[in-house]
């Protein structure tokens, strides 16, 4: 633990480029994504629009690279669906791509895109939806988190950190 708090205090004293550098890694690793790259950005104070801009770049990056390479690799199969395919097919018809792709911050947008690939959506629709998704996302959560996190600076009762 004392080994995470002290890589932590490393970060918030870095370089700019380094605490740059640090969210764009986190927003390219799956279930981590941009939603957890923004917040810990503007919790740890570094400037709010590029932190949303480079997490955004990050996860839209790591999410393309997967949907491109899932949607080379997928063969169409006459095999009988198993309970999981079965599931994600009703899912992805409930829903569509573009309710998927919202999702992604409760399902992770890496699986959201291979139930959408998998379901017969084409990579490019899946694309687009994906980056719609992921932008709306990012901002919504930046703005969220520096408002909230500069609610704090002001209103020092509810400043569990003071």
């Known amino acids: 633990m004392e080994t995470i708090q002290d890589l932590l205090?490393?970060?918030?004293?870095?370089?700019t480029w380094v605490q740059y550098v640090s969210v764009f890694v986190?927003?390219?690793?799956?279930?981590?994504e941009s939603y957890v790259a923004v917040p810990i950005g503007v919790v740890f104070g570094f400037p709010s629009i590029p932190v949303i801009v480079i997490a955004i770049l990050g996860n839209w990056l790591s999410v393309m690279a997967f949907i491109w390479i899932?949607?080379?690799?997928?063969?169409?199969?006459?095999?009988?669906?198993?309970?999981?395919?079965?599931?994600?097919?009703?899912?992805?018809?409930?829903?569509?791509?573009?309710?998927l792709s919202f999702a992604g911050p409760l399902i992770?947008?890496?699986?959201?895109?291979?139930?959408?690939?998998?379901?017969g959506a084409k990579k490019g629709y899946v694309s687009l939806w994906q980056g719609?998704?992921?932008?709306t996302w990012s901002i919504a959560l930046g703005v969220a988190f520096h408002y909230?996190?500069?609610?704090?600076?002001?209103?020092?009762?509810?400043?569990?950190?003071?």
Do not use: M, W
């Open 148 to 162: 909230g996190v500069n609610l704090l600076e002001y209103v020092p009762n509810l400043n569990p950190f003071s």
């Open 108 to 119: 992770c947008y890496h699986v959201c895109a291979a139930i959408s690939i998998a379901s």
């Open 9 to 15: 205090l490393t970060l918030i004293e870095a370089d």
């Open 70 to 99: 899932i949607a080379k690799f997928r063969k169409p199969s006459n095999k009988k669906s198993s309970k999981r395919s079965a599931r994600a097919q009703n899912i992805f018809n409930k829903y569509g791509v573009a309710g």
């Open 26 to 32: 986190i927003s390219l690793i799956p279930f981590f």
């Open 132 to 135: 719609i998704a992921i932008t």
